[in-house]
T-cell receptor, first 114, second 111 residues
Framework: KAGVTQTPRYLIKTRGQQVTLSCSPI?????VSWYQQTPGQGLQFLFEYFSETQRNKGNFPGRFSGRQFSNSRSEMNVSTLELGDSALYLC?????????????FGPGTRLLVL | EDQVTQSPEALRLQEGESSSLNCSYTVSGLRGLFWYRQDPGKGPEFLFT???AGEEKEKERLKATLTKKESFLHITAPKPEDSATYLCAVQGGGATNKLIFGTGTLLAVQP
């Protein structure tokens, strides 16, 4: 069974640009969560989607947005990039949004903003 | 506000030297406490979920315990392959199901 896949794995952007990251969940998983991981703050929850609807949202500015498609694949977008957006962005999928024991993480997309 | 604090930030052990990692939490109505292992360049890997004080779970050399204020991850006779960052997360009893993570403990086991 294939795991969670994230593309691209590495990305370099400059300030002011925008970026779109993609996450393909494990087959059959309908919930996708996004996290930002930095050395100082650790893993911080961005948002979660289930059945194409945003179920939860973390405390991030509106520059961070996401969506989920009918096949459960999800994308997140960051507009007007800032230096502080440099981080590892992790996606996790689970069967549904209430069961965290079935949550599996992807390898992440490492974003560097110059 | 829900909060998770892990200690120590880093720990270096000799192979076979047992120790414990701590996860202190403040949460309104704990639904679950989760332990993950994260290797460099990879996403976190699920280890355990604990739901109520007094609960314990084991997996190979790892044993997780839970009290009303903290959780411990005990590592017995560790091996170099146990080297990783160990993350703790809590799921509170609010309207959302989101996980609040600690910043992790970086464990290095030397042969």
């Amino acid at each position: 069974k294939a795991g969670v896949t994230q593309t691209p794995r590495y990305l370099i952007k400059t300030r002011g640009q925008q970026v779109t990251l993609s996450c393909s969940p494990i087959s059959g998983h309908r919930s996708v969560s996004w996290y930002q991981q930095t050395p100082g703050q650790g893993l911080q929850f961005l948002f979660e989607y289930f059945s194409e609807t945003q179920r939860n949202k973390g405390n991030f500015p509106g520059r961070f947005s996401g969506r989920q498609f009918s096949n459960s694949r999800s994308e997140m977008n960051v507009s007007t990039l800032e230096l502080g957006d440099s981080a590892l962005y992790l996606c996790a999928s689970s069967l549904d949004w209430t069961n965290r024991e079935t949550q599996y993480f992807g390898p992440g997309t490492r974003l560097l903003v110059l | 506000e829900d909060q998770v604090t892990q200690s120590p930030e880093a720990l270096r052990l000799q192979e076979g030297e047992s120790s414990s990692l701590n996860c202190s939490y403040t949460v309104s109505g704990l639904r679950g406490l989760f332990w993950y292992r994260q290797d460099p360049g990879k996403g976190p890997e699920f280890l355990f979920t604990l739901y109520s004080a007094g609960e314990e779970k084991e997996k190979e050399r790892l044993k997780a315990t839970l009290t009303k204020k903290e959780s411990f991850l005990h590592i017995t006779a560790p091996k170099p392959e146990d080297s990783a960052t160990y993350l703790c997360a809590v799921q509170g009893g609010g309207a959302t199901n989101k996980l609040i993570f600690g910043t992790g403990t970086l464990l290095a086991v030397q042969p």
